[in-house]
């Protein structure tokens, strides 16, 4: 009888084994901006999402969040035409658990389509194991 | 009255007197794996063929032996006869255990008639399972260098490559059981076949080196067969359980593994389970490897005997590794998953004639996932590649005893490997999204790929007075093929920048592999053997239909040619053996090998085949590069069992050479600037000449074990120029060990590794991604083993 508890013990141990990878919390978040401007993300399924958001004020907060396993390609890119260039408020972050995984307090550059000037900020990275 | 109690106690005295003068020798035998005890076990003490067996205890009683000297011969069934000399002292009763090995001949039906040959006439070790519980073995590849002339490549922490005598990945034939073979996953070998068995389900390795062993498959370096654990019949029902327990300090690291073993006689069954986590380990120099793994799994097997003499054993296993680094390597094992289903037959003393029949048919799977999600270049690029890996074959066999002094073999086997894999990289290093999406890659590493292998094998045994021959051949048809080889720009309409058509992957050929050897025994003590095989196979899938991806040790995307030709081994052994009672064991072997149509890589200048990455010199594709040769010796030397001071004295060296090869030029910048045909340009990944000494003492009668290692390795100075090989240096590195057994349900060993924190690495150890810092080998590591037998 003690042999047969210990084999069913040993079962479990090792079927406990077979667990899987914990889940984190991941958060987009952009704030201080003033006038509406595009944002381009990879959701938790990989897909390329683009919407445009309006802010009803520069501390507006506009945040997504969602649970992902480790090594889950991260990207958040920001188009404005706002002129954010002397901007001290806004904030562009990935978060993890919480916690500012890339953070951008400035643009990364400037574009121009079609006439137009639009400021750049992109962050990227892959959730930590 | 009194006349007859004087004569009665005069005789009383007078026997007293005589028994006094007599001893004995009693004991306990057990299995030295369960620590059970045996029953019936035969024991015969000589001079006075005196004989006993052991009661259910497992104990036994010769009484009234005379003082003087004496041998006990301990005999059971499927276990290893013990033969032990001992002195009797008068009114002694001298109290021994013993402690049987299973009769790895006995587990293989395919080895029960093996005792016709006394002297291979090649080289063959054996590994049994004792040796491999007392190391902390986290890995078998690993383990393996500690056989002469076998080495191993290291990416990583673990899941090293064995390499004999510089024969290494598919030139070798590495299995389980006597035929069972996996395919792993990944291209780069990050889960080579020994990493898809945990070294405590191991039962005994046989290394067969040299192209000998045809009965095992296609082979052309050398045959590594693992002897996993097998459930038996026991008379009663009987479960027993084992469990080992280690850590080792540097790398953190904890693995338990346990073993169930039991059933009747008609129905028997084993499970083993296991569990390792390991950290990252830090060299001499007190740097950290990206060394860290997880692997799990376990092994359900489940016998039958239908009849006397007949088995059949049914096996499922799973093997899971996770987070496996290979810093050597663009990316790291994220989560490999094994499944493993077989069938076995076996049956032996059918009649006269047919003393053996064995079947096995298995089908193994291997689903591997690999990425560069923890290295900071994944900023760029986040990159997962995923490969499923199948493979099914079957192996049979009849062994035939045709003759008193001889035994032939005749069997068939097949086998057929499919992979399938891919890469997507998802481009998060675009500054911004692409036509509204951020970039996806999506690439063939294989693509449908599949080979097949139809073999039929013989082999002749003959043993008569001096003289022992073995003769071998099979014949093998081999096809492969695979759908497009092709990669797709991301241009509009796309652009295939291979275009290889799935017609033209299309490859079959016929193989005729055959070996010879003969044995000359010079007296009692003395043996001479010699050996020559040719030994075939056939290009493995990598080299056949790779899809551009770094393979090798240089800096090169590889790319499959279904075109080549097969690769021959030519080689011959000579073996000379030596064993003294009192003096110990001396043998030494030579090889030389002539190889024909050697494989290896031919650069192609970038308007033939540009490569997917920057960071990599260019692209070379699997070319066969014509003769080449490697030979070199092993020796060892070991004092008598019996000695409670041993040693084991052991060299080897291997060198080779390639007859012609084209070796890259550089400029200054480190890019290709022209080529040159070198003559006799050294092979690469060739381990330098190693000695190793290891000095034991037995104490109390083998329950206290302590052990001390040193192993010396030169500079390999002999190295690839066509690879771009680099020189490593000569090392020293010293071990000590303690090995405890309170009793037997109880051991542990104790012990440290690189005593001297020596920082050092081994020449077949993979340099550091990006870098030309070869991955040094740990530090100084403490690790303790607890074996238990409940």
Known sequence: MKKIFIFIIAVIVFASCQKERDLVKVDYMIVGFGAPYSVSYLDVNGATITTTVTPK??????????????????????????????SMSFSLGLMINGKYYQQAKDYDGSITMNGQLFYEIKRSGVVPF | MKVRILLFTFLLFTFYAKAQDFGGVSGVVTDSKSGTPIENVEVLVNPGNKGTTTNAEGKFEVMGLKPGDYTILINSMGYIQIEKSFAVKPRVVDNMTFALDIDVKELLAVEIVDDKIENHAYSKVVLKDNAIQEFPVRDIGDFLREVPNISAVRKGGANLDPVIRGFKFDQLNIQLDNGLRMEGGCPNRMDPTTSHVESGDIEAIEVVKGPFALRYGPVMGGVVNLITLNPRPFDNFQVHVKANMGYESNWNGMRQHITVLGGGQKVFFSFTGNNAVYGNYSDGNGNMVNSEFRKFGFTGKLGFAPAKNHRIILTYSEFYARDVMFPSLPMDERDDNTKLYSLDYTAHDISDVIKTISWKSYYANVDHTMDNLSRGFSDTAAVVSNIIADRMGYRGEVGLNIGDNSHMFVGVDGYRIMKDGNRDKVMIGQPRPMMGKVPVKHEDLWNDAVIDNYGFFTEYRYNKKLWELVG??????????????????????????????????????????????????????????????????????????????????????????????????????????????????????????????????????????????????????????????????????????????????????????????????????????????????????????????????????????????????????????AMQEIESEQFTVLGFRLLYKLNPRFSVIGGVNNMLDNAYYEHLNRRILGTDSFIYEPGRSFYVNLIFNI
Do not use: C
Request: charged share 20%; no cysteine; proline share 6%.
């Open chain 2, 472 to 721: 071998s051949i099979r014949l093998d048809y081999n096809s492969a093929s695979s759908d497009s080889i092709s990669l797709y720009s991301m241009a509009k309409p796309p652009v295939d920048l291979i275009g290889i058509s799935a017609d033209d992957t299309k490859s079959s050929y016929v193989n005729f592999s055959a070996s010879a050897g003969v044995t000359r025994k010079l007296n009692e003590d003395m043996s001479l053997g010699f050996s020559f095989g040719r030994g075939i196979r056939s290009p493995s899938m990598l080299e056949r239909f790779i899809i551009l991806l770094p393979t090798g040790s240089d800096n090169y995307e590889y790319l499959g040619n279904p075109n080549l030709k097969p690769e021959t081994n030519n080689e011959f052994d000579l073996i000379f053996k030596y064993r003294h009672a009192k003096l110990g064991s001396v043998e030494v072997t030579g090889f030389y090998s002539l190889i024909q149509d050697y494989i290896g890589g031919v650069y192609l200048p970038p308007s033939e085949q540009r490569p997917l990455m920057q960071s990599v010199l260019g692209v070379k594709r699997f070319e066969n590069l014509g003769g080449a040769k490697m030979y070199g010796f092993e020796l060892s030397y070991g004092t008598p069992a019996e000695y409670p001071l041993r040693a084991r004295l052991t060299a080897a060296y291997t060198a080779g050479t390639i007859n012609e090869v084209e070796v890259l030029e550089y400029n200054a910048a480190g890019k290709v600037s022209g080529k040159h045909i070198m003559k006799n340009d050294n092979l690469g990944e060739i381990p330098p000449l190693e000695v190793n000494l290891n000095l034991s003492y037995s104490l109390f009668n083998k329950q206290l074990v302590p052990q001390f290692t040193a192993r010396y390795v030169l500079a390999q100075k002999n190295v690839s120029l």
């Open chain 1, 57 to 86: 004020g520069i501390s507006d907060k506009w945040k997504l969040s969602f649970l992902a396993e480790p090594g889950t390609p991260l990207f958040l890119y920001v188009k404005s035409q706002e002129d954010i260039s002397n």
